[in-house]
Each structure stands twice: as structure tokens, then as C-alpha cells.
């Protein structure tokens, strides 16, 4: 869904001389960047938030960029078991807007507590995990935007299902509602673009569940990655996405996840797992975002915009999974605008 673990081994300043003078003057005012007499000013931002859950009290990463009172985005990153550094892109487009946003490491995550214990990776405790993330940050209705990308779409949307009324605004990024039809789009559709005998190769590696297999990696690497998880050869893959590579938990990855590029693994927890027929209860201002390469099928994604009840489609096309980096103004444009318009009551 995001990409194999074993990929490890691969390989903000934005003058104000270039923006509008209406946003210089945003960025300007020094209260944006201004930490005093806040909880996180100690370290700079960051928190250690205590999260209760059936297990004992555990605590999660959190940091904080700028300050707006009516514009406030948490990113929930993808993998399972992924890092907030995949969006570092972030730093360099939402100061010069003014708005607010929280990198976040869920638990398990490389900067939080990471337990050895599988009955924590479940869907449901990961949701209460974000809502208790919520209220330590003080987020509510009128300033909450909730940013979901992969895994974290998925997390995303079973949020906003039980906890809408928190929220002011939605984004779904590179993630379908159902993991079979990802699982489809994967095997009928990206896999087929591959050589056929390199796709067969894959798929055989697979039917063996041969994981381990280094020729899988390899086969994976130079016909997969470097097209539809981040459209860029893997010697020139941003120095955070690789850091985040390094920092993965395989742990949460795999029991969620699995093995496979091509689906959910047999027996991961998020085998099955569709919300397609939940959609409409969605009444939030939400985004989709799709990209025209990604791991993903984006008409699915389009789709899913006009299922929700206030639903905008965002369709980066010469993006991937990692659209933050390869198509990277198209997406900031767009996630920018909707955050500005459902702040301004446009949707």
C-alpha cells in the first residue's frame, strides 16, 4: 500500500520578494512563529502526548509548525508504521500561507513509543488514538483539518465516520475506500505495464509467499518504485522520504499490511477492509487527492469525491504515491485552496 520495508536499503525558505505582498505580511507577523507561554514551547513545538489505550499509557510525537487560530491541518502519515518526515515538503509551502500544521508519529512510529504488542494495530484503537491526539492539541470544529495520506487516509476516514463533528475540513490523499479494488487496480492494471515475464516473475515470487527472496526487492525497485510510489530514480529520492524508509516499523507494517505491492497480504489485519458504502454518511468538506501514476487507482479516487456529501477532487497528474514530491505544485495548490475556501465558507 505504501511500499515494502526492505526498501530501506534504496538509496523552508521561500523568499517573500516571490509571494504577494498579502501573504508577506502573514508570514511576517511574528506571531505565526511564536511559541511563548504555549505547552510545546520547550522544545520548540514538539509533545509528548500520553495515549491511554487497552494495553497502558503510552506517548506519541507530536510537533507543531506556526499558529492559526482557524486553520489548523494534522497529518496522519501513511505505511502502517511509517514517519511524519514524509512530509517534510510541507515546511516549504504552509508558513508562507499562515497555516497551522502538526507532524504527528502514531504509536509504534519511529518518535513515539513503539510496544511490541499486535493487539494495538487495529483500526479502531488507532481512531481513539487520534481523537485523544485531538483534544491534547486542542483541536475543534472550527480549526480542525484532518490530512490522511495511504494508511492514513484509511485512518482518516474511519475518524471522520465516528468523529465529524470535530472536524472542519477532510483531506483524503492517495487512497482508495476499498483494499480489494486496490488489490485489483494493482494486479489488472499496474502490473500488466510491467515486462510481462518480470511481472510473472513477481507474481510467482508471491504465490510462494518467498517474501524474503532478495530478487523480489530488486525486481520491485526497478520497475515498481521508481514509478508509482515516487516518479523519481531511486538515487534522487528526497533525503526525508529515505530517512522515513529507515525508520519504518516492520512490526506494525507487516501485520497490518504484509508482504505483497500487489494487495493486502492473506492474513494482514487490513485484509477486506472497504468503506465504499460508508461514503455517504460523510458530510464534511472533504478533498481527494489522486495522482495520475500512483500505486492507486485515481478515478476510483474521483469517484469517491462525489460520494461524500461536500466532496472536491484534486488530481495531480504527474504524480504518485508520494505526490508531495513529484508533483508537488499542482498537489500545494490545490490542498492550499481547499483548506483556504472551506476556512472562507466557499464549500
Known sequence: MFTRYSIVIAFMAIGFSCVPSSVQESTADLSYFDYAEKADQFEGGIRMIPIQTPKGTFKVWTKRVGNNP????????????????????????????????????????????????????????????????????????????????????????????????????????????????????????????????????????????????????????????????????????????????KHLNPEVYVYMQGHSEFGITEGASLKGWDLTKELPKLTVPTLVVGAGHDTMDPKHMEWMSTQVKNGRFLLCPDGSHLVQYDDQKVFFDGLIQFIKDVDSGVL
Open 70 to 245: 482557524t486553520k489548523k491541518v494534522l497529518l496522519l502519515h501513511g505505511g502502517p508504521g511509517m514517519t511524519h518526515e514524509l512530509y517534510s515538503s510541507f515546511d516549504g509551502y504552509f508558513p508562507a500561507e499562515g497555516i497551522e500544521y502538526y507532524y504527528y508519529d502514531q504509536l509504534g512510529s519511529y518518535y513515539s513509543d513503539q510496544p511490541s504488542d499486535s493487539s494495538l494495530w487495529t483500526i479502531d484503537r488507532f481512531v481513539d488514538e487520534v481523537e485523544q491526539v485531538r483534544q491534547a492539541l486542542g483541536l475543534d470544529k472550527d480549526n480542525f483539518f484532518l490530512y490522511g495520506q495511504s494508511w492514513g487516509g484509511i485512518l482518516a476516514m474511519e475518524y471522520a465516520l465516528k468523529y465529524q463533528e470535530n472536524l472542519k475540513g477532510l483531506v483524503i490523499s492517495n487512497m482508495m475506500s476499498s483494499l480489494d479494488d486496490y488489490e485489483k487496480y494493482a494486479k489488472e492494471v499496474l502490473g500488466p505495464q510491467m515486462p510481462k515475464e518480470v511481472f510473472e516473475e513477481i507474481m510467482e515470487i508471491e504465490s510462494k509467499s518467498d517474501f524474503a527472496n532478495p530478487r523480489y526487492e530488486e525486481l520491485l525497485m526497478e520497475h515498481h518504485y521508481q514509478y508509482h510510489v515516487l516518479r523519481m530514480p531511486l538515487a534522487e529520492w528526497p533525503e526525508a522520504v529515505v530517512r522515513s524508509l
